[in-house]
């Protein structure tokens, strides 16, 4: 099981990034796939998921209203699209696999990194 998160960069405060979650080995329809991200000096949090067997989603607080999260059944992945970035926003973002958005991640993938900073 591989999975490939991509599309992390350097932003300014406002704009826009999309990130991408490939998943190789497994397909996604029995997982909930989770996005997580760690800031220097702090803990890993989960920021997002999508559980595929209902379809559910789940977003942190502070990201409501600016992410979303989403699954292309076709290419085995999941996305995150990240508006209105803040300064805050920048961390290593991971996705991982579980059950279920409220179970352990059952598989990482490397991280990417975001950076929103003028």
């Known amino acids: 099981v591989q999975l490939q998160a991509s599309g992390g960069g350097l932003v300014q405060p406002g704009g826009s990034l999309r990130l991408s979650c490939a998943a190789s080995g497994v397909t996604l329809d029995y997982y909930a796939i989770g996005w997580f991200r760690q800031a220097p000096g702090k803990e890993r949090e989960g920021v997002s998921c999508f559980n595929s067997v209902d379809s559910r989603t789940w977003y942190e607080d502070s990201v409501k209203g600016r992410f979303t999260i989403a699954r292309d059944n076709a290419k085995n992945a999941v996305y995150l699209q990240m508006n209105s970035l803040k300064p805050e926003d920048t961390a290593v973002y991971y996705c991982?696999?579980?059950?279920?958005?409220?179970?352990?991640?059952?598989?990482w993938g490397k991280g990417t990194q975001v950076t929103v900073s003028s």
């Open positions: 991982g696999i579980g059950s279920s958005c409220l179970s352990p991640v059952d598989y």
